[in-house]
């Protein structure tokens, strides 16, 4: 009787490992680049177990600039690229197939930080700013929020090119520039420095695809299945994000030496930004057009980088 009884249990055991197993094999393994913390929000969705709800096992992978995150998803090194806008433009512009097919935020992520003197944007007259290179997305969104303070960029300032935010940061907080955007995740630490936060972009009426979702056209033509489901389980994982404070803060105190209530204003300010809803829009790509430098580029439909399909398709077939 107890020997019948130990053989029940091994087979149980048995036959317990081996679901899980072919459970696990059943995850379909997709990897995304990204540039670290603009997809913070999907790493919290993996660690939270809401992508292998949706049968997939992904590896988010860090790359070092926006150019090498879109040169990845060409090479076909990942499936999906969480990225800003600009050089996926760029890239269709060159001819391409590449879509947009979600978009995280579509307003300028930044924040407009300077010296304590300088108060309201025409005190930026006659100043220099730091930006990270000339074509990137804070370089367009500095000229774009100039223009919309009444200023000229190519008169009225001067911009320095200086590498990214914590470069930028470095060179604000030893004077050696008088303005720089800035992410708002830095407001807390900017403010300790004694610097100002003159503006909020998120605050001015322009469409503009800050982050994205992109992915090769003809990944959506071979294996829209594929896709689609993938995007359920992206749009869940944004609404995990914005509903689970307890599982973001803990997971943004592994980088930062700030406290968990500087944490909390972080968050409720990275939460109002986020769209529930990350349906692109042919506005939030036009403002980047414009800053193209020819004029056959400028001439891009930008219903050509969106494919807006899948928050229509609901089976994503």
Same mark, same amino acid.
């Given at each position: 009787?107890?020997?019948?009884?130990?053989?029940?249990?091994?087979?149980?055991?048995?036959?317990?490992?081996?679901?899980?197993?072919?459970?696990?094999?059943?995850?379909?393994?997709?990897?995304?680049?990204?540039?670290?913390?603009?997809?913070?929000?999907?790493?919290?969705?993996?660690?939270?177990?809401?992508?292998?709800?949706?049968?997939? #096992?992904? +590896?988010?992978?860090?790359? $070092?600039?926006?150019?090498?995150?879109?040169?990845?998803?060409?090479? $076909?090194?990942?499936?999906?690229?969480?990225?800003?806008?600009?050089?996926?433009?760029?890239?269709?512009?060159?001819?391409?197939?590449? /879509?947009?097919?979600?978009?995280?935020?579509?307003? &300028?992520?930044?924040?407009?930080?300077?010296?304590?003197?300088?108060?309201? !944007?025409? #005190?930026?007259?006659? /100043?220099?700013?730091?930006?990270?290179?000339?074509?990137?997305?804070?370089?367009?969104?500095?000229?774009?929020?100039?223009?919309?303070?009444?200023?000229?960029?190519?008169?009225?300032?001067?911009?320095?090119?200086?590498?990214?935010?914590?470069?930028?940061?470095?060179?604000?907080?030893?004077?050696?520039?008088?303005?720089?955007?800035?992410?708002? !995740?830095?407001?807390? +630490?900017?403010?300790?420095?004694?610097?100002?936060?003159?503006?909020?972009?998120? #605050?001015?009426?322009?469409?503009?695809?800050?982050?994205?979702?992109?992915?090769?056209?003809?990944?959506?033509?071979?294996?829209?299945?594929?896709?689609?489901?993938?995007? /359920?389980? *992206?749009?869940?994982?944004?609404?995990?994000?914005?509903?689970?404070?307890?599982?973001?803060?803990? *997971?943004?105190?592994?980088?930062?030496?700030?406290?968990?209530?500087?944490?909390?204003?972080? *968050?409720?300010?990275?939460?109002?930004?986020?769209? +529930?809803? !990350?349906? !692109?829009?042919?506005?939030?790509?036009?403002?980047?057009?414009?800053?193209? $430098?020819? #004029?056959?580029?400028?001439?891009?439909?930008?219903?050509?980088?969106?494919?807006?399909? &899948? &928050?229509?398709?609901?089976?994503? /077939?």
């Amino acid at each position: 009787m107890f020997r019948r009884l130990r053989l029940l249990v091994i087979s149980m055991i048995l036959v317990t490992g081996g679901s899980v197993h072919v459970a696990a094999q059943q995850l379909t393994k997709i990897r995304v680049a990204n540039i670290g913390g603009t997809s913070d929000h999907m790493q919290v969705a993996i660690n939270g177990g809401i992508y292998k709800k949706h049968g997939f #096992d992904v +590896e988010n992978i860090q790359v $070092g600039s926006s150019a090498t995150v879109v040169q990845s998803l060409i090479a $076909g090194e990942v499936s999906f690229a969480h990225v800003g806008a600009v050089p996926v433009v760029a890239a269709v512009a060159s001819g391409i197939d590449l /879509k947009i097919i979600a978009v995280f935020m579509n307003r &300028f992520n930044y924040v407009m930080v300077t010296l304590p003197n300088l108060q309201k !944007p025409q #005190d930026l007259k006659g /100043k220099t700013l730091a930006i990270s290179r000339f074509g990137s997305g804070d370089e367009i969104a500095t000229r774009e929020a100039l223009r919309r303070w009444g200023l000229d960029p190519d008169k009225d300032v001067r911009m320095l090119q200086v590498g990214l935010t914590m470069a930028r940061l470095a060179a604000l907080q030893g004077r050696h520039v008088q303005a720089s955007l800035l992410s708002p !995740p830095q407001i807390v +630490e900017v403010q300790r420095m004694g610097l100002n936060v003159m503006a909020d972009l998120s #605050d001015l009426d322009v469409e503009y695809a800050h982050y994205t979702l992109a992915t090769k056209g003809s990944l959506i033509a071979e294996n829209r299945p594929l896709v689609g489901r993938f995007m /359920k389980a *992206y749009i869940d994982g944004i609404k995990f994000h914005r509903s689970h404070p307890e599982a973001v803060i803990p *997971y943004l105190r592994k980088f930062s030496r700030q406290n968990d209530a500087e944490l909390k204003i972080i *968050y409720e300010n990275l939460r109002n930004r986020i769209r +529930e809803e !990350p349906v !692109p829009t042919p506005g939030g790509l036009q403002t980047i057009i414009r800053s193209l $430098g020819a #004029d056959k580029e400028k001439q891009l439909d930008p219903t050509r980088v969106i494919d807006t399909s &899948f &928050f229509s398709d609901s089976t994503g /077939k």
